[in-house]
């Protein structure tokens, strides 16, 4: 890991503890190294934008802190019980299956929030006029609201979103990071977005990891710079300066997980 990346850690921790550790984090199926001497701590309440290639390690990342996957190596600590808030990248519904929007939603556990609060979400959200129509005949943006919404219901400590704007038209991206970005106090919490949005990141983060099987580096968009290996990485989806300071280490092409 870079010296950045160390000087990120060093700071977030001397602050109290992190929410989440990821400690030596491995992962393995069979010979295949998916994610290699993963290190991470996250914050109460803050966000981290996780960046990087196809095959990657991203997505087998997620599905390690969602403990979906078990660790070939290392500990993922929780420093308090973890509610865990989850959009996926897609959401797919089988046609036999009769699901309403609220449906789904009523499976979220009602105590966590007041029905003030679950009010402001559906207002906020746009999803009063959806609730009795079906999951499968939702747009895109409107499945995304839902799942957000879903996600948000139940009051998460830390919300993962997984590539959340894929397949969705921009006026509808920015109004749904906006969102995310302008949550109310009593839905704060930490999250964890993974993203190929590169302008977003950019515009948006204010702790970026960036991701090839390994960190290659981490920590404030303003402090990273341009190099040869981001420019192999992203070059050809972000034509703007993205600021990229990794330590010497090699990329190589990964496969598609």
Not at 2 to 18: H, I, M, R
């Amino acid at each position: 890991m870079s010296l950045l990346a160390q000087s990120s850690n060093k700071q977030l921790t001397s602050n109290g503890l992190p929410l989440l550790s990821l400690n030596g984090i491995n992962y393995h199926i069979g010979p295949q190294c998916l994610v290699k001497n993963i290190n991470i701590d996250i914050a109460i309440n803050e966000t981290v934008s996780l960046i990087g290639p196809n095959g990657a390690g991203k997505s087998t990342l997620v599905k390690l802190i969602l403990g979906l996957i078990t660790p070939t190596a290392g500990k993922i600590v929780a420093h308090q019980p973890l509610q865990l808030g989850y959009v996926p990248q897609r959401f797919t519904v089988p046609p036999i299956l009769p699901l309403r929007v609220k449906d789904l939603l009523a499976q979220a556990d009602k105590r966590r929030l007041t029905s003030e609060q679950r009010q402001f979400i559906f207002d906020n959200l746009s999803l009063n006029h959806l609730l009795s129509r079906q999951m499968l005949h939702l747009s895109g943006g409107e499945t995304q609201r839902v799942l957000l919404a879903r996600a948000l219901l139940d009051k998460p400590n830390l919300l993962i979103l997984d590539e959340p704007m894929q397949g969705l038209d921009p006026d509808t991206e920015v109004w749904l990071y906006q969102f995310i970005d302008e949550l109310p106090d009593f839905l704060r919490c930490a999250m964890l977005v993974v993203s190929h949005d590169l302008h977003w990141v950019m515009k948006g983060s204010r702790r970026v990891i960036c991701l090839n099987k390994h960190i290659c580096c981490e920590g404030q968009p303003s402090e990273l710079a341009i190099t040869a290996e981001f420019q192999k990485l992203f070059g050809h989806h972000y034509e703007q300066p993205y600021v990229h300071q990794p330590h010497a280490c090699e990329h190589h092409a990964p496969s598609e997980l």
